[in-house]
């Protein structure tokens, strides 16, 4: 039987349940339709009706349920790792957008001891210095003096700040300390490695291994494939992909050896879950870090380390 064939056949059983032209012309309502319509159909059997109660009314219930009873609170939100403890945490692309945004939030959480945001740019790194150090006081936080306590989960070695190396927080505007809160802006390119390394292991020498490290940093630009030059789809790869590989390759290994729960989080975008028109470099260069997120999540299994990507 060929589609056409199954087509023809629904199309004539349903003919045959339409009411005659005769009766149709004493039809004058929609109501007056269904009740012509529903007199011609079959007496449904006692099993079919029992079946469709069965299967519409737990949902309809349930539906119903949903409209009348206050939404659940769910208990998951009460555990807040960083309302309390000693935690560096560490966000790429820290000085603008979503990155400042997440170290200004940061700032105002209790356990939080460090914020690095890192970027490339240090005179905008020294401006969201003093936005992350303006949140973390309009929360109720100590900015300023480096805290003596040794951070508790981290610290790999208990080197000095001073011993810093040269790409880590510049020269001219060294992190402002306090017993509460200590930011520290760190200028590194993630497209140079070896820079960007030295400017990690610094970092956790100085402050300890990160317990939470936000891989914010990256750009979009749309442009047709046609339009786009090579040059695009590298520094979009470069930045977005191949910068957030080596973020986490600088900085895991201090982690990981520390020990204890520890959180690395990429930044996708819904470029990076569907693809969008124009966007084929941008979406290429997210979607490439839910494979590299799949993949080392594996490798992570049992370390205490944990991804997400976001
Ligand atoms: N904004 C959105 O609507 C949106 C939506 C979905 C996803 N996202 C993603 O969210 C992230 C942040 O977006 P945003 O809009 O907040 O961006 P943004 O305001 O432009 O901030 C980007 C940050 O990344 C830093 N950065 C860029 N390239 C870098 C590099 N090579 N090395 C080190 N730091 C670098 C920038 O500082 P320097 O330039 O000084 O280095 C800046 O701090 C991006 O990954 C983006 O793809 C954004």
Redesign the pocket.
């Known amino acids: 039987m060929t589609p056409h064939d199954v087509l023809k056949l629904c199309v004539s059983n349903l003919v045959s349940y339409l009411p005659s032209a005769a009766s149709l012309s004493s039809v004058s309502s929609v109501s007056g339709l269904l009740s012509s319509l529903l007199s011609q159909l079959p007496a449904p059997s006692l099993p079919s009706v029992l079946l469709s109660l069965l299967l519409t009314l737990p949902p309809s219930l349930l539906l119903l349920l949903r409209f009348l009873l206050p939404p659940p609170v769910l208990p998951l939100s009460l555990d807040d790792p960083l309302s309390s403890g000693s935690h560096h945490c560490v966000v ?10 997440i170290a200004k939030a940061l700032a105002g959480r209790p356990g939080v001891r460090v914020v690095t ?5 240090g005179g ?2 020294e401006s ?1 210095r003093r936005e992350v150090e303006a949140a973390g006081r309009a929360a109720g936080r100590k900015v300023g003096e480096s805290s003596s306590s040794s951070p508790s989960s981290s610290s790999p070695s208990s080197s000095s700040p001073s011993s810093s190396s040269p790409s880590s927080s510049s020269p001219s505007s060294p992190p402002s300390s306090a017993g509460g809160l200590l930011v520290n802006p760190v ?6 490695y070896p820079a ?1 390394s030295a400017a990690a292991s610094a970092a956790c020498a100085a402050h300890g291994a990160p317990s939470l490290l936000f ?6 630009k749309a442009a047709p494939l046609l339009a786009a030059p090579m040059e695009l789809f590298r520094s979009m790869s ?3 992909y191949l ?2 590989v080596a973020a986490t390759k600088a900085f895991l290994p201090a982690m990981l050896e520390a020990g204890g729960p520890r959180r690395v989080l990429l ?6 879950q569907i693809g969008l028109h124009g966007y084929s470099a ?1 979406s290429a260069s ?1 979607f490439a870090l839910r494979g590299f997120a799949e993949a080392l999540s594996l490798e992570l299994v049992g370390t205490g380390a944990e991804l997400t990507v976001a």
């Open positions: 790429t692309g820290g000085s603008s957008g979503i990155g400042l945004e945001i890192l970027a490339r740019d905008r790194l969201a200028s590194a390119d993630l497209c140079d960007l891989n914010v940093a990256g750009f979009a470069d930045t977005n910068g957030t930044t996708s975008s819904c470029a990076g941008y997210k």
